[in-house]
């Protein structure tokens, strides 16, 4: 059982920052930001592999946001600056164990354990 709990939302005016952090329990391969803006999808945000460190972000926050892990502290951030009244969603983090032959992406359908979300509001 994998258990992740986020932190870090807030309200902040269009140009800010907010740091979001994730602490997860137990075994994970992959790990994953997402969001959901009110009447729209869960969308991936970005990943990080948990033995490499290596990164994924999609194109709308690239530039603006950085994903990063402490593994002494089994936690994943997710540092957003820049921000922009579209990022207004609710946040979640999640985790993967190992699947062969995938990559580590922000896939929701890869996904199986997931946090209650954080919500981040940006107002312009």
């Known amino acids: 059982q994998v258990h992740l709990v986020e932190s870090g939302g807030g309200s902040v005016q269009a140009g800010g920052s907010l740091r979001l952090s994730c602490v997860v329990s137990?075994?994970?391969?992959?790990m994953g930001w997402f969001r959901q803006a009110p009447g729209k999808e869960r969308e991936g945000v970005g990943s990080i592999e948990t033995s490499t460190s290596t990164t994924y972000l999609v194109d709308s926050v690239k530039g603006r946001f950085t994903i990063s892990r402490d593994n002494a502290r089994n936690t994943m951030y997710l540092q957003m600056n820049n921000l922009i009244p579209e990022d207004t969603a609710m946040y979640y983090c999640?985790?993967?164990?190992?699947?062969?032959?995938?990559?580590?992406?922000?896939?929701?359908?890869?996904?199986?354990?997931w946090g209650q979300g954080t919500q981040v509001t940006v107002s312009s």
């Open positions: 999640a985790s993967r164990g190992f699947i062969a032959g995938v990559s580590c992406r922000p896939r929701r359908s890869d996904f199986g354990w």
């Open positions: 137990g075994y994970d391969n992959c």
